[in-house]
């Protein structure tokens, strides 16, 4: 048994916390947790595509990518190619998204500004 398995309430606590390290990079209240299945949620990207992902032992694996109104069908076809487990929510995230990927280094370019600033 694997700690996925052993604890899901555990999973689904980690989940909420590190997708709200990331909201200002998906859609705004679009994250959604399977109460039915542990590991298992689903979030909006900035691209308007909704994706069903799944926390693994290896990982985040996209399991869905679905077009919602106005999202470019490359988008889509971009993020379905994506089979494999991302290590990290962040690195999940960085390549399906462009939008995302803007804003979060914008956010890091920010930081590291107000570093360079104060010293």
Request: glycine fraction near 4%.
């Amino acid at each position: 048994m694997s700690v996925l398995d052993s604890a899901p309430n555990f999973i689904d606590s980690e989940l909420a916390n590190c997708l709200k390290e990331y909201e200002y990079g998906i859609k705004q209240s679009s994250v959604t947790i399977s109460k039915t299945e542990p590991g298992l949620f689903e979030l909006v990207l900035l691209e308007n595509v909704q994706l069903g992902i799944r926390v693994t032992q290896h990982g985040f694996l996209i399991t869905k990518a679905t077009p919602l109104e106005d999202a470019a069908s490359a988008d889509v076809e971009r993020i379905k190619v994506l089979e494999k487990p991302f290590e990290t929510m962040e690195s999940l995230l960085l390549t399906s998204s462009p939008k995302f990927a803007e804003r979060f280094y914008q956010a890091l370019y920010a930081k590291l500004a107000a570093i360079d600033e104060s010293e």
